[in-house]
């Protein structure tokens, strides 16, 4: 009997085993496939944006008149119109004043200046598309710019759920108007300049302050020429 037991506890032990080991073998599969996805899934964005670009270069070479300026994100402008008397440009905290309009990448219009109506942004304090918001910041106040942007600094994969697609390059055309410091945000105040009189007590009238004395330096002594003494 005593036997039969330890044979029992014996089985049920190898058994317990054997069924955990098929257990973390059969995880690992799963740790691979998400590997596979996450590598397949980077090869795919990598192409897709290759490709937006290209279609982007094609666009600038066919218009040999106009002068682009490529950005360090990963778009193109151009202006419009140029201001060459302004020299400030948007920063953060500013509120700019502008107007869009919005066209795919082959020129046809998607959102017109007015279906967007008057546009009012808190510089890199609002949520708005990437690439947008790092182009109004090369504008001056009333230049129009043309922007060329590929989907990744659009509106992505997903689009806007409206007129916008997934994955679409867009030509968006932007007129500065105007840009000014927040109002509401705090202002800061500059160091106090030291003045010639010291603050006194209430009541007192206020002593100028002491000059400090000058450092007299010593008459340097002439140094006789070791030659000629």
């Known amino acids: 009997m005593k036997y ?88 953060k905290g500013d509120i700019a004043y502008f107007n869009l309009e919005v066209k795919d990448i082959q020129g046809k219009l998607i959102y017109s ?3 967007l109506g008057p546009q009012t942004y808190f510089v890199d304090k609002q949520d708005i598309m990437m690439g947008l918001r790092d182009g109004i910041k090369y504008m001056h106040k009333n230049e129009t710019v043309t922007f060329l942007f590929p989907s990744h600094i659009a509106y992505g994969y997903h689009g806007d759920n409206n007129k916008i697609g997934p ?17 509401a945000a705090p202002k800061t105040v500059a160091p106090a300049e030291q003045t010639a009189t010291q603050q006194a007590p209430a009541g007192q009238t206020p002593k100028p302050a002491a000059p400090k004395p000058v450092a007299v330096k010593p008459a340097t002594q002439i140094k006789k020429d070791t030659v000629n003494p």
């Open 113 to 115: 200046e007015a279906d």
């Open 167 to 183: 994955n679409e390059s867009l030509m968006c055309t932007v007129t500065l108007r105007n840009f000014v410091p927040d109002p």
């Open 4 to 91: 039969l037991k330890i044979s029992i506890y014996t089985l049920l032990f190898t058994i317990l085993l054997a069924s955990c080991k098929q257990h973390e073998e059969a995880r690992r599969p799963l740790s691979r496939a998400s590997g596979t996805f996450m590598k397949k899934s980077a090869d795919r964005n990598k192409k897709l944006v290759a490709n937006e670009e290209e279609v982007i270069k094609k666009i600038i070479k066919s218009n040999p008149k106009v002068k682009y300026y490529a950005t360090r994100k990963g778009y193109w402008f151009f202006y419009d119109e140029k201001n060459p008397t302004e020299t400030l440009t948007p920063k």
